[in-house]
């Protein structure tokens, strides 16, 4: 069986993470499956290599691929601050609505953490991708926009905005609510796990977050008996208990009682803070791998950025982009492929030879280069027991 998976490079450290990422990822599909199946790789260009090639960040011809496929993986992409194009990621998460970021959260032995009990987080982030605070829609101060939304809601809707304010509008509708929940309930029942916590901040935002987590309750009802409320969870073994926490109390819980929550959902921004913020708790970003999703298509990337000081050094570690990849093998079904990257990634780092990155902070660790950290990956999960 060969399965098509469209690839983009990235900026900045993207070549570098590549040569090291694709070769584990091939080398565990050949292992798992006996060479009975393949991945096509079909690269599609973005970024510097697109401006390079064609004069422009995002080509018709990737847009076009993208709309029919299923599955892509990228690297990083650089954005220009204050000016030049918009963000190549924020237009691949408009144009193809991808609605659901997912972010898995775990901690492999031997990375430094910044807490006494890394081991006890292991949480899925589903975060809404589309509306919220970061649907765009906003007027700088002192704008005849920002003037006119300003009087109207003062003299029409009796709202008590200051004269000159800059304005941000945040929508959130049922559906966008509703489908995001719906998917981390799923993603739940299909791996076993205990609980889907959503995430507001509803206590003070009454009619937006307040509303998701009303639409996100409704939504986990549609799965009936296979969930479960909190206050009715003791004696339901087995069923995927639904509660809800003010997000200012999650990050609290997230340091006190991480090993409580398994897959949260939220809204846009919450999602956002959560996921660095339980990421660099078990170490850092550069291990968390992410996706975003719509309907048809799973964009699988690298979450950390270009990093351009590292570019060029053969430095940088592929783990987020390596685990990006074991969660697209999943995606595809191919779970013991996706368990040899995961468990030679977790065998290496426990053995303390790392990148630069990680050595830094771990006593007694040997330092290796991109490039060397992939050929070591690649040898062992090639050689390891199924
Ligand atoms: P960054 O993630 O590139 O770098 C932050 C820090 O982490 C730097 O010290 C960097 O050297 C280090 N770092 C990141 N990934 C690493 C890796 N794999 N190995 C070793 N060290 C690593 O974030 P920054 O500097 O804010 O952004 C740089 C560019 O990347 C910007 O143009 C930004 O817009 C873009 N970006 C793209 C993202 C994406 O494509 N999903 C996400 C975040 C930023």
């Known amino acids: 069986m060969r399965k098509t998976v469209y690839w983009m490079e990235g900026d900045g450290i993207g070549s570098e993470i590549w040569r090291a990422a694709r070769p584990v990822w091939d080398a565990a599909v050949h292992r798992a499956y006996n ?58 998460r408009q144009t193809f609505d991808l609605y659901a970021c997912i972010r898995p959260v775990r901690w492999f032995k031997g990375v430094s953490a910044p807490v006494r009990h890394p081991e006890r987080v292991n949480m899925v982030i589903f975060r809404e991708n589309t509306e919220d605070v970061y649907a765009g829609i906003e007027y700088a101060a002192g704008t005849p926009e920002a003037r006119r939304l300003g009087g109207l809601l003062r003299d029409e809707l009796g709202a008590g905005v200051p004269e000159g304010a800059a304005l941000g509008i945040k929508p959130m509708t049922e559906h966008g609510s509703k489908r995001l929940v719906r998917r981390a309930v799923r993603y739940a029942l299909d791996h076993g796990l205990p609980s889907v916590t959503l995430v507001h901040k509803g206590n003070i935002m009454k009619y937006t977050e307040g509303a998701f987590r009303a639409w996100g309750y409704e939504a986990a009802a549609e799965f009936g008996d296979a969930v479960v409320l909190e ?123 790392v990148t630069p990155d990680l050595a830094v902070d771990m006593p007694g660790a040997h330092a290796v280069s991109c490039s060397e950290f992939g050929r070591l990956l690649t040898r062992k999960v090639s050689g390891m027991d199924m």
């Not at 847009?63 to 691949?92: H, M, Q, W």
């Open 231 to 353: 206050k009715d969870a003791d004696n339901c073994a087995g069923k995927v208990v639904i509660k809800d926490r003010i997000a200012d109390a999650m990050f609290q819980e997230a340091l006190l009682h991480p090993e409580q929550y398994s897959v949260l959902a939220s809204p846009n921004l919450n999602g956002d803070y959560l996921s660095d913020a339980l990421a660099a708790q078990v170490g850092g970003l550069g291990m968390a791998p992410g996706v975003n999703m719509s309907d048809s298509l799973a964009l699988f990337e690298a979450t950390h950025g270009t990093a351009p000081r590292a570019a060029g050094k053969d430095i940088a570690n592929p783990g987020s982009l390596l685990l990006s990849g074991a969660l697209m093998l999943e995606h595809l079904g191919w779970s013991e492929a996706a368990r040899l990257v995961e468990q030679a990634l977790g065998s290496v780092i426990a053995d303390k030879t």
């Open 35 to 92: 060479g009975q199946r393949s991945l096509e790789w079909v690269e599609l260009l973005a970024g510097e290599k697109a401006v390079a090639a064609t004069g422009n960040p995002l080509p018709q011809e990737t847009l076009d691929a993208l709309s029919r496929a299923e599955v892509a993986i990228k690297g990083p992409l650089g954005t220009p601050v204050g000016g030049g194009f918009r963000s190549l990621n924020v237009t691949l």
